[in-house]
């Protein structure tokens, strides 16, 4: 079965590819099972990687009474600040724990088409794998199946090799959430490149 989006647009978009490092885990799997999970995510919105797009739900919903914070004496002001940043340091940690496997991040070439990624193992062409991923910046996970393409000796000591994959089973959200990542990536490279070409301060954001 075929998940692939042959939209015009995503045809123009799916060329454009950043490099960026993202910690993620993966798992071998088939076409069949790949199919079956696919057809379980368009009916159920908890992919396993839930915490975070219910932290953001939260995080909306309280928007309204953020605005009163100026009210506050500046104690229970930093108080609350301090509160909040505590608790996105525990929803990072969890979001970390369900995604399981090798928590630390890798270099990574991302497009809204494939991923190219390090690995400790060799993976053979035409492997399916169950991947599962954390954009920087964000704190929700997204699940996709591939197909490796490509696999080669890099010689690294932690990651030895590098793959290359194409996304064949993805939610349409989760494939624009990659388009709007991949994009925002190459406008600030842009930006920076501008400053740098005006011998300007550019500070790029960091990643949470």
Known sequence: ?????????YERRQFFRVEDRLVLAYRPSD???LDALLDRLQTDAD?????????????REAEPLLLQLGELPTPALAYLRNLEHRLELI???????????????????LSAGGIQFECERELSVDTWLE?????????????AGVRVARCEDIGGQTYPWRIAAEFTHLLAADRQTLVRHVMSCEARELRARQYLALDLPFDLPTAL
């Open 91 to 109: 929803a990072g940690a969890l979001l970390l724990h369900e995604l399981g496997g090798n928590r630390a991040p890798r270099h990574v070439s």
């Open 1 to 9: 079965m075929s998940h692939a989006d042959t939209s015009a647009g």
């Open 47 to 59: 992919n396993g990687l839930g915490l975070g797009s219910v932290y953001d739900v939260l995080l």
């Open 31 to 33: 076409a069949a099972a």
């Open 131 to 143: 991947l599962r991923f954390i954009l920087p910046g964000s704190r929700e996970g997204i699940v």
